[in-house]
C-alpha cells in the first residue's frame, strides 16, 4: 500500500514571499499521480496541481509549481507572491496508474495548514 | 456547470438511525470515490466504483454501504450510525487517472 507523508502540520509565510510545502510517499509501483489540493475554510477540495511521474517536467500552474524527485519520492509545493486568499490547508494526494488492475482513489497526506501574514 | 452534488450539507441524527447521503455528478465519470475527514488524519477513502455495478471497499469501509446502480449515482448508506462515525464527507468523481478528482461540498455528519 503506498503511503504520503506531510511532515508540517503548519506553516507560515509573509504576504508577497514565497513558501515550499513538503510531501514524501511510498510506493513500489514506478507509474502514477501526484497531486496538490487547497482546502480553504469553505471546505471545498480543488485542485491545484498535478505531476505525472513518468514526466520529468516539473508541473507549473500560475504563482504553484512543484519539486518532483522520483528517486527520492519527493513531491514539494511552491507558492510564489503568497497571496492572502493561499491561506487554506494544503493536502498531497497519490493515485496509482494501474486503474483497470487494481484499487482506485487518492491516498492522502495529513495535511498543512498554510497561514499567510499580511 | 460539471460539478459533484452532494446532499444534505449538513445533518445531525441520532445512534442507530439509517441514513443516506446522495451523491451525483454530471459528468460522465467513470470512477467514483467516498472520503471521510478527520482531524489529523486527513482524509481517507472509504469505498469507490470503477464503474456501474462495480464497488470496492477502501480503507475505511466499516460500517458503510455504497451503490452504484446508475454511472451517475453513488450513494452513501449508514445502515446503523455511530458517534465515532461523526466526520466530514466528501464524494468525488474522476474520468481518468491523470486528471485527478473532482470533489463535491462535503456532509458534515454528527452522530449523537
Known amino acids: 500500500a503506498q503511503t504520503v507523508t506531510q511532515s508540517q502540520p503548519e506553516m507560515s509565510v509573509q504576504e508577497a514571499e514565497t513558501v515550499t510545502l513538503s510531501c514524501t510517499y511510498d510506493?513500489?509501483?514506478?507509474?502514477?499521480?501526484l497531486f496538490w489540493y487547497k482546502q480553504p475554510p469553505s471546505r471545498q477540495m480543488i485542485l491545484v496541481i498535478r505531476?505525472?511521474?513518468?514526466?520529468?517536467q516539473n508541473a507549473t500552474e500560475n504563482r504553484f509549481s512543484v519539486n518532483f524527485q522520483k528517486a527520492a519520492k519527493s513531491f514539494s509545493l511552491k507558492i510564489s507572491d503568497s497571496q492572502l486568499g493561499d491561506a487554506a490547508m494544503y493536502f498531497c494526494?497519490?493515485?496509482?496508474?494501474?486503474?483497470?488492475?487494481?484499487?482506485?482513489?487518492?491516498?492522502f497526506g495529513k495535511g498543512t495548514h498554510l497561514i499567510i501574514q499580511p | 456547470e460539471a460539478q459533484v452534488t452532494q446532499n444534505p450539507r449538513y445533518l445531525i441524527t441520532v445512534t442507530g438511525k439509517k441514513l443516506t447521503v446522495t451523491c451525483s455528478q454530471n459528468?460522465?465519470?467513470?470512477?467514483m470515490s467516498w472520503y471521510r475527514q478527520d482531524p489529523g488524519l486527513g482524509l481517507r477513502q472509504i469505498y469507490y466504483?470503477?464503474?456501474?455495478?462495480?464497488?470496492d471497499k477502501g480503507d475505511v469501509p466499516e460500517g458503510y454501504k455504497v451503490s452504484r446502480k446508475e454511472k451517475r449515482n453513488f450513494p452513501l448508506i449508514l445502515e446503523s450510525p455511530s458517534p465515532n462515525q461523526t466526520s466530514l464527507y466528501f464524494c468525488?468523481?474522476?474520468?481518468?487517472?491523470?486528471?485527478?478528482?473532482?470533489f463535491g461540498s462535503g456532509t458534515r455528519l454528527t452522530v449523537v
Open positions: 466504483s470503477m464503474n456501474v455495478e462495480v464497488t
Open positions: 494526494a497519490y493515485r496509482s496508474a494501474w486503474l483497470r488492475g487494481g484499487a482506485d482513489g487518492l491516498t
Open positions: 505531476q505525472e511521474a513518468y514526466k520529468q
Open positions: 459528468m460522465n465519470h467513470e470512477y
Open positions: 468525488a468523481s474522476s474520468l481518468s487517472g491523470p486528471d485527478g478528482y473532482t
Open positions: 510506493t513500489s509501483e514506478s507509474d502514477y499521480y
